[in-house]
């Protein structure tokens, strides 16, 4: 474990064993994610307190999670496919913003031997040194993102934006394709009926 204060190193653990395994991009979303949550001056929320925007769906949304207490199932877990490792951290307290962006480096972040061990794996030709090996450097990796500031890895912009609706609860409906329960406000008509947006996927298709 790296050198954290000791509340750290126990909120570190839990997103490895929320996500299950330390890697580096863990370590980037455990560092965005306690720089966030320190910029807007919120505990953990125990409903939506925080919403969490985030612009990758990689390992690193994990302790995203487990630090801020932002879930899909809350509604104040939200995810845009940006491809980018950046979170923003809203208070619906304070209405005070932050957004956190990993910094471009032109240096790879694995290393030559690093990178040959994952393309082997993903290959399925790795043997078991290969594959131990590996999580070495991996861990490693993870260690070394963990000891740096904040301000080291990332950009980190306070914001102001329009603060996201809360969850909806609305009823369902059933659907006039597959006959199953779904949001209301989810369902389109056409054809004369209204349609979920799988049975719809599946009349585009046809």
């Not at 619906?92 to 031997?113: C, F, H, T």
């Not at 990178?115 to 290959?123: D, G, V």
């Not at 914001?159 to 394709?177: F, Q, W, Y």
Request: aromatic residues 8%.
């Amino acid at each position: 474990m790296p050198n954290l204060p000791t509340e750290k190193q126990k909120l570190f653990q839990k997103c490895i064993e929320f996500h299950g395994h330390l890697c580096p991009g863990l370590a980037f979303g455990f560092q965005a994610a306690m720089a966030g949550m320190d910029f807007i001056s919120e505990a953990r929320a125990l409903d939506e307190e925080i919403v969490a925007i985030v612009e990758t769906d990689a390992c690193g949304t994990d302790a995203i999670q487990v630090i801020t207490g932002c879930t899909f199932g809350k509604g104040n877990f939200i995810f845009k496919d940006y491809g980018k490792t950046a979170f923003t951290f809203i208070s619906r307290n304070s209405g005070k913003g932050v957004r956190i962006a990993k910094k471009y480096d032109p240096e790879p972040l694995l290393g030559a031997r690093h990178q040959e061990l994952t393309q082997l794996i993903r290959e399925n030709k790795a043997d078991k040194t290969d594959h131990e090996e590996f999580w070495d450097l991996h861990r490693a990796k993870a260690m070394q993102i963990l000891e740096q500031a904040p301000e080291q890895l990332f950009t980190i912009t306070g914001i102001t934006v329009a603060m996201p609706p809360k969850a909806k609860i609305e009823p369902s409906h059933p659907c006039d394709g597959c006959k199953e329960p779904t949001m209301a406000s989810k369902l389109t008509q056409a054809d004369g009926g209204l349609f979920c947006q799988g049975c719809m996927a599946g009349m585009k298709l046809q």
